[in-house]
């Protein structure tokens, strides 16, 4: 079965430091993998999401994720992080064959102004 | 706006009790699923609806079951209320022929407390 684990469950950073959480997958196959986020009192939305080719995946707001698929990991990274950063982040992994979505636990993100 | 919209967004039910919860998916969707969010966790996957069959499940007893109607909106009902209920439940849609384009869209959820 699938699984996913989220090293950090909860980061604070000062605004202009840089961003990167930990995210690795357990399964032995091919796999689409996510980053969903979470901003306070809105709905779950994806940040960014990698299906195949370039393994470094550009999202929305600056964010970036490498797949080392070597390391099983997708880490999330933001060279510079900004106040409106803060949030709760999510890494999902689905399996090609397979319909589910499966999520980590979560990071929450603070950033201090 | 989310686009999927969920109601009602909050509820408290008693042990035992039975409870529906309801969806509309994202316009131009016909894919629904529904995901449990236990305080402190992730989103953990319920089932998932198409064509109005449930096309595949989590890890979750026969308590918990859903339906799809043919505009494509959906309800979970979940029967034999335990307190370890008490979840936020989250709606999501997507495009099944959009495939591997056609990411989560999610509501943002139904707050059930279970007393």
């Known amino acids: 079965a699938q699984s996913v684990s989220q090293h950090n469950h909860h980061v604070i950073l000062s605004e202009a430091a840089s961003l990167e959480l930990g995210c690795n997958y357990s399964y032995g196959g091919t796999v689409n993998l996510f980053w969903y986020v979470q901003y306070p009192g809105q709905h779950l939305q994806l940040l960014l999401k990698?299906?195949?080719?370039?393994?470094l995946v550009k999202g929305i707001k600056g964010f970036e994720a490498e797949f080392i698929k070597s390391k099983f990991s997708f880490n999330l990274r933001k060279p510079s992080v900004q106040w409106s950063d803060t949030a709760e982040y999510f890494c999902a992994v689905n399996a090609r064959r397979d319909d589910k979505i499966i999520f980590g636990k979560g990071t929450r993100l603070h950033i201090l102004p | 706006d989310a686009g999927v919209t969920q109601s009602p967004t909050h509820l408290i039910k008693t042990r035992g009790q039975q409870v529906t919860l309801r969806c509309s998916p994202k316009?131009?969707?016909?894919?629904v699923s529904w995901y449990q969010q236990a305080l402190g966790q992730g989103p953990q996957f319920i089932f998932q609806?198409?064509?109005?069959?449930?096309?595949q499940r989590g890890n979750f007893p026969d308590r918990f079951s859903g339906h799809q109607f043919p505009n494509y909106s959906s309800e979970l009902n979940v029967n034999a209320l335990l307190l370890g209920d008490s979840a936020l439940y989250l709606c999501?849609?997507?495009?099944?022929?959009?495939?591997?384009?056609?990411?989560?869209?999610f509501g943002n959820g139904t707050r059930l407390t279970v007393t």
């Open positions: 316009s131009g969707h016909d894919t």
């Open positions: 990698y299906f195949s080719g370039d393994p």
């Open positions: 609806y198409y064509e109005e069959e449930e096309r």
């Open positions: 999501a849609s997507s495009f099944e022929t959009g495939g591997l384009e056609s990411p989560l869209h």
